[in-house]
């Protein structure tokens, strides 16, 4: 069985300082996982992918995550924040061998000026 | 291009009453899928397709009720609305299961 656990709730930090959204999972199958944001009455937007080329996956918008199989973990990061990244973001794992998806509970990132 | 199409966007219905929300995609994708999101439970999947005549449920499926008649829709039909299904529901699409997905804007459904 597959699970997402994003560590934290909310996320606040200072503009011009660095992100870090954190993301658990567990999976039966070598899974795919995704960052997704969601601004304000909006839809998901794909940040990044990880489907096994490269434990380092760049996204857009200057974030990035790693993919750490020892320690079942693929967080989110971004050198400096900028007041446009204050969302919500989610960390979904894809499960082929479930045919299905399963997203995390969310952490809303809070970017005081 | 317009990707992912949910309609309606809003939506006000009486318990009891039926309604479909309609997904439509223009790009020709395979899979497509249905969320519910919840305040602090993320998205969580109702039902799924992989590809037109094949549908199947997930995590959250009672209650609702899906067809594939074609790759372009996928409708979600509410049987018998109930104030447990107000929610925002989501419809997305990728090239297949394992690819990034595309969402709509989502429909804000709100059941008195």
Redesign the interface.
């Known amino acids: 069985a597959q699970s997402v656990t994003q560590l934290d709730s909310h996320v606040s930090v200072s503009e011009g300082t660095p992100v870090l959204l954190r993301c658990n999972y567990s999976s039966s199958y070598s899974p795919s996982l995704f960052w997704y944001v969601q601004h304000p009455n909006k839809g998901l937007q794909l940040l990044l992918k990880y489907t096994s080329a490269a434990t380092l996956v760049k996204g857009i918008n200057g974030f990035e995550a790693e993919f750490k199989k020892s320690e079942t973990s693929f967080h989110l990061t971004k050198p400096s924040a900028h007041m446009s990244d204050a969302a919500e973001y989610f960390c979904v794992v894809s499960d082929l061998g479930g045919f299905k998806t399963i997203f995390g509970a969310g952490t809303r990132l809070f970017v005081k000026a | 291009n317009a990707g992912?199409t949910q309609t309606p966007k809003f939506q006000v219905l009486k318990t009891g009453q039926s309604m479909t929300l309609q997904c439509a995609q223009d790009m020709n994708h395979e899979y497509m899928?249905w969320?519910r999101q919840d305040p602090?439970?993320?998205?969580?999947?109702i039902h799924?397709s992989?590809g037109a005549g094949i549908t199947?449920q997930?995590?959250v499926p009672n209650g609702y009720n899906v067809s594939r008649s074609t790759t372009e829709d996928f409708p979600l039909r509410l049987l018998s609305a109930a104030p447990s299904q107000t929610s925002v529901y989501?419809c997305?699409s990728s090239y297949s299961?394992?690819?990034?997905?595309h969402?709509?804007?989502?429909t804000r459904l709100s059941i008195l």
Request: proline share 4%.
């Open positions: 992912v899928s969320y602090g439970m993320g998205l969580r999947l799924y992989v199947d997930g995590e989501f997305a299961l394992g690819q990034p997905q969402f709509g804007d989502g």
